[in-house]
């Protein structure tokens, strides 16, 4: 079993940053990809930032050039910079990785969510 731990979410003014991280373990053999996804009350969850095992990345628009996904060395690991933040950042972000627990077998795992509010 795979589990995802998020740390780093918080009150935040406009303008401000945060940095969000994600670790995996368990029974993981290898991870293809790791990402941040958010939901805000009364809205479906959407991907924010994604990246594959090869370092290639993916960026909902709202968020190019504010925020910035990067790896961690042991690639179990993934971070979020959030920069000039904006009161319609303000949602539980997810983390989410596809996730090979053996040498054929790939499943998708949720972390539990931290809140990220961004208000004055």
């Known amino acids: 079993q795979v589990q995802l731990v998020e740390s780093g979410g918080g009150l935040v003014q406009p303008g401000g940053s945060l940095r969000l991280s994600c670790a995996a373990s368990?029974?993981?053999?290898?991870?293809?990809?790791m990402g941040w996804y958010r939901q805000a009350p009364g809205k479906q969850r959407e991907l924010v930032a994604e990246i594959n095992s090869g370092g290639s990345t993916t960026y909902a628009d709202s968020v190019k050039g504010r925020f910035t996904i990067s790896r961690g060395n042991a690639k179990n690991s993934v971070y979020l910079q959030m920069n000039s933040l904006k009161p319609e950042d303000t949602a539980v972000y997810y983390c989410?990785?596809?996730?090979?627990?053996?040498?054929?077998?790939?499943?998708?795992?949720w972390g539990q969510g931290t809140q990220v509010t961004v208000s004055s």
């Open positions: 368990g029974s993981i053999f290898s991870i293809a990809a």
């Open positions: 989410n990785a596809d996730v090979r627990t053996t040498i054929i077998l790939q499943n998708n795992y």
